[in-house]
């Protein structure tokens, strides 16, 4: 096997933006010809939320619903976007109209817990790293509350701060990116992939955060005109869930499957170390 420097992995496997943003316009039809039960339950939990909400004491209710709801829609256009046809999603689980509640869907769940527990740990020692230093750096509070840079202390020393946090707040977003297939990775493989998931992804950062920007652009729109005051109240709370369950889920799955096709090394044959 040889190895190529421009990719940075030893299989030279490279995720192509372009390619995976075709086929994930390309799966469209097919995300909701082959999984609009589970479309369509993502968006009934959804629609129920935001325009007959339970009462407080019985919010949980309605967010187990609708987390409930969320991963078998995420399942069922995860094995789309992992499949070339309907026979090939079904022999990974797929339910009939994409409606499954089995052990892929179990596999997301656990290998999601696992991710959020690594990421949590990670986020802590990156907020008590960075207390530390501020702790150390004898800088001004008062100056800093008020955003008055010139008080705070000298410029070095707020510079060399400031390139510490930057480099601080990267590694968590280094580490979410590289964990981003993991849903993918345990359908894929049949089995809980969790931290797994950056082997898998390794080289391909910039790519694969460029690819969950653009697949997030839906919800990013949303979320600007909610800003500005275009989309409030219930209407906002329901373009939200449209937007989601009709766009932004079915788009998303199709280009994180084609990335995952891309980049993954292993098969039941034969493991290759990438």
Known sequence: MTRRK????ADGRRLSVGAALSAAAAA???????????????????????LAPLPAS?????V?????????????????????????????G???????????EGRILAAALLNAVFLAILLT???????????????????????DWSRAGPPLQLALIGAVAFIALAIPLLFAVRLSLFAQASLGRRRVISLNT????????????????????PKIIVAILSAQGVLTGAGAQVAW???????????????????????EYWSPDTEVTP
């Open 198 to 217: 950056l082997g898998i992804a390794e080289g391909s950062f910039w790519p694969l955060l460029f690819l969950l920007l653009i697949a997030g652009l």
């Open 58 to 62: 019985a919010a949980w209710v309605a």
């Open 28 to 50: 469209m039809p097919r995300m909701y010809r082959e999984a609009w039960g589970a479309i369509a339950f993502a968006l009934v939990a959804g629609l129920l939320a935001a």
């Open 241 to 263: 869930v449209l937007v989601l369950a009709l766009v932004q889920a079915p788009f998303a799955a199709g280009a994180l499957g084609s990335a995952y096709r891309q980049l």
């Open 94 to 104: 797929l339910g009939p109209a994409g409606l499954q509640l089995g052990g892929g």
């Open 6 to 9: 421009a990719s940075g992995r």
């Open 64 to 92: 187990l619903f609708q987390a409930l709801a969320a991963l078998i829609a995420w399942g069922a256009l995860a094995r789309v976007g992992l499949t070339s046809s309907l026979a090939e999603a079904r022999a990974m």
């Open 125 to 147: 020692v990156v907020g008590l790293t960075l207390l530390g230093v501020a702790g150390a750096s004898d800088l001004d509070a008062d100056a800093i509350a008020a955003r």
